[in-house]
C-alpha cells in the first residue's frame, strides 16, 4: 500500500514562493511517475506538473516558467517549487502516485495567494 503525505502549504503574498513537498511509503516511488494537480471548489482537478521515473517534466501552460517539479528517489519525496504565485493559484494541491494503472492520491495542502 503506498501513501502519500503533502506539506509545505500555505498563505503568501502574490510574488512569493512556496514549496510543496509529498513524502510516499511503499516500495514503487521510484518506478512511478508522480504529479502534482489541483482543484478548486466546483471545478475538475486539473494538472499541474508531472515527473517520470526518468526524470522527464510536464507543466500545465498556465504554471510554465514559475514552478519546478523534482524528486529524490533516495527520500521518496517530489517537490513543487512555486514562485511568482498568483492570486489565482489558490486552491489544494494534491500529491499523485501512477504505477502503472493504479493512481494514489495523497490528502492535499491547500495554498493561498493574497493580492
Known amino acids: 500500500q503506498v501513501q502519500l503525505s503533502e506539506s509545505g502549504g500555505g498563505l503568501v503574498q502574490a510574488g512569493g514562493s512556496l514549496r510543496l513537498s509529498c513524502a510516499a511509503s511503499?516500495?514503487?516511488?521510484?518506478?512511478?511517475?508522480m504529479g502534482w494537480y489541483r482543484q478548486a471548489p466546483g471545478k475538475q482537478r486539473e494538472l499541474v506538473a508531472t515527473?517520470?521515473?526518468?526524470?522527464?517534466?510536464n507543466y500545465a501552460d498556465s504554471v510554465k516558467g514559475r514552478f519546478t517539479i523534482s524528486r529524490d528517489n533516495a527520500e521518496k519525496t517530489v517537490y513543487l517549487q512555486m514562485n511568482s504565485l498568483k492570486p489565482e493559484d489558490t486552491t489544494v494541491y494534491y500529491c499523485?502516485?501512477?504505477?502503472?494503472?493504479?493512481?494514489?492520491w495523497g490528502q492535499g495542502t491547500q495554498v493561498t495567494v493574497s493580492s
Open positions: 511503499g516500495n514503487i516511488f521510484s518506478s512511478s511517475t
Open positions: 515527473i517520470t521515473s526518468g526524470g522527464t517534466t
Open positions: 499523485n502516485a501512477t504505477f502503472g494503472r493504479v493512481y494514489y
